[in-house]
């Protein structure tokens, strides 16, 4: 059983940093892709970045380029460095895990999910 838990989560003001962890239980990111997503509550949710694992190629969404990073850290650890927040950054944020190696911005492409954390950015 796969299990993804996303961590680092929380409130900071305009301007501030955080940084999430995405740890995979059961499996370590070997092969495939990992993105990250947001989700504001009664819209739908977006793709934020994503990277290749055995590549390393990363993409982005025009809304976070220049501002958010995301890395590999240890074989089963992905992070998403969060520079420069906004208050429309606030939403919930997930990780989640893909067979493919390809980047896809699309939630379809994604087949295990983290639970969720909370980022709160204020004006």
């Known amino acids: 059983q796969v299990q993804l838990i996303e961590s680092g989560g929380g409130l900071v003001q305009t301007g501030g940093s955080l940084r999430l962890s995405c740890a995979a239980s059961?499996?370590?990111?070997?092969?495939?892709?990992v993105g990250w997503f947001r989700q504001v509550s009664g819209k739908e949710r977006e793709f934020v970045a994503g990277i290749s694992w055995s590549v390393g190629v990363t993409y982005y969404a025009d809304s976070v380029k220049g501002r958010f990073t995301i890395s590999r850290d240890n074989a089963n650890t992905v992070l998403l460095q969060m520079n420069s927040l906004k208050p429309e950054d606030t939403a919930v944020y997930y990780c989640?895990?893909?067979?493919?190696?390809?980047?896809?911005?699309?939630?379809?492409?994604?087949?295990?999910w983290g639970q969720g954390t909370q980022v709160t950015v204020s004006s």
């Open positions: 989640a895990s893909a067979p493919s190696f390809e980047v896809a911005r699309t939630r379809a492409a994604y087949n295990y």
């Open positions: 059961g499996r370590t990111f070997s092969r495939g892709a």
